[in-house]
T-cell receptor
């Protein structure tokens, strides 16, 4: 149980285009989803937290107009990188939690974004 | 603010030997502590957590961690390392307010040699 999937696993896009990454909870309802970014050989940096049906809460320094997060249902959150640039190339990981009382977060397998 | 520190960028150990990956924490209130493992180009896999109770927590794949309140530490241990344990290990603490998000350490790369 408690499986989180991400799609795509890898994506290459051209500079200036937008790319959407999906995060799904497969066997539970995710009231809260988190989006992380990880640079090579570095830790996970939280980008934003989203609750179903609400606007995402972004961490300081994260451009909300560039990284659009939608959490429209209890099983799906999307991250759209708009007007991507090479510096946006990174490993993006989502995680989900089924209730605020739940301690655990369940992580997706990650999406490798390369912007050329 | 809650934080965790992983003082070692890398730990090297021979297969069959015991391993320890260090983590210290700084929290206000009772800590909720976690260990995760990450294999190349993969997401994080949960290993174990400490919420309350016994200071020695047993987790997946033979790993365990010892919560030490006086030393504010939560070191990850395994009695006998396997080559397949080679990966990136993250210690994390959960914040007690707001979204109760996880705050991660910088990670420690474990290399187990045959």
């Amino acid at each position: 149980g408690a499986v989180v999937s991400q799609h795509p696993s890898r994506v290459i896009c051209k500079s200036g285009t937008s790319v959407k990454i999906e995060c799904r909870s497969l066997d539970f309802q995710a009231t809260t989803m988190f989006w992380y970014r990880q640079f090579p050989k570095q830790s996970l940096m939280l980008m934003a937290t989203s609750n179903e049906g609400s606007k995402a809460t972004y961490e300081q320094g994260v451009e909300k107009d560039k990284f659009l997060i939608n959490h429209a249902s209890l099983t799906l959150s999307t991250l759209t990188v708009t007007s991507a640039h090479p510096e946006d190339s990174s490993f993006y990981i989502c995680s989900a939690r089924d209730s605020p009382q739940r301690v655990e977060q369940y992580f997706g397998p990650g999406t490798r974004l390369t912007v050329t | 603010a809650q934080s965790v520190a992983q003082p070692e960028d890398q730990v090297n150990v021979a297969e069959g030997n015991p391993l320890t990956v260090k983590c210290t924490y700084s929290v206000s209130g009772n800590p909720y502590l976690f260990w995760y493992v990450q294999y190349p180009n993969r997401g994080l896999q949960f290993l174990l957590k400490y919420i309350t109770g016994d200071n020695l927590v047993k987790g997946s794949y033979g790993f365990e961690a010892e919560f030490n309140k006086s030393q504010t530490s939560f070191h990850l241990k395994k009695p006998s390392a396997l080559v397949s344990d080679s990966a990136l290990y993250f210690c994390a603490v959960r914040e007690n307010t707001g979204f109760q998000k996880l705050v991660f350490g910088t990670g420690t790369r474990l290399l187990v040699s045959p």
